[in-house]
């Protein structure tokens, strides 16, 4: 495809979220630079509780696989359900933090690159949390391929990311083109990285192709959240072994 993203802009990102990790939480917390009064902040708070609540609803348990773990503020929420986590990430910086704030011995952490990444067993769950808009859109369908081989049949996957339209934040960034937008760190440092705004209905097409039984929702403003289960196929056998 001629609108690919370059291999440079995904390396690209991954140097910009190892450097965001000490202010990421900020971002969530509505604090410092991405404080908006009391109002939005307000909103902001009580769609996180709607895609929260969601989540402890579908309840996944047994053994979880998180993509793009980050500072582990899905972490902390997928243990209320979870026997074990198995948090992934392509930062040092992110999984530190992570650690440092869940501090539980039913978390394993893993340090990869998830464009390149395969798990060595089946999970009964998977979750990303704002990591769908960083596929590239050419990548997607592979993506989702991949999750449906890493699950069970039957297993469970749940995933949240931002709208077209979130809230405006300081380092909303500029546009670069249909794939690639520019962020700006607290001390100046600008980064390209991958950010597809996905339909609802995109998003829908693209898990049913990968023989996902799938429902997505959007909260009022910022989120849109999709929960469903991996279905089987036409001699559909367990290619990888628990361990």
Known sequence: MNDAVPLQTLEEMKRYYQSSASEYDE??????????????????FAEWDEVFAQLHAFHLTGDVLELAAGTGIWTQQLLRSASTVTAVDASTEMLAINQAKVASPRVTYVLADLFSWQPERVYDAL???????????EQLDAFLRSCWTWLRPGGKMFFVDETSCPTAAPDRSVRRDRQIEARTLSDGRSFEIVKNYYEATDLVAACVRAR????????AT???????TRLPSEGDNENLSHR
């Open 27 to 44: 971002v969530f917390n509505r604090q410092g630079r991405y404080d908006q009064g009391s109002e939005l902040n307000a909103r902001w």
């Open 127 to 137: 979750f990303f949390g704002f990591w769908i808009s960083h596929v590239p859109r």
């Open 212 to 219: 996902f039984d799938i429902t997505i929702r959007q909260a």
């Open 222 to 228: 910022s989120f849109l959240y999709g929960f469903g």
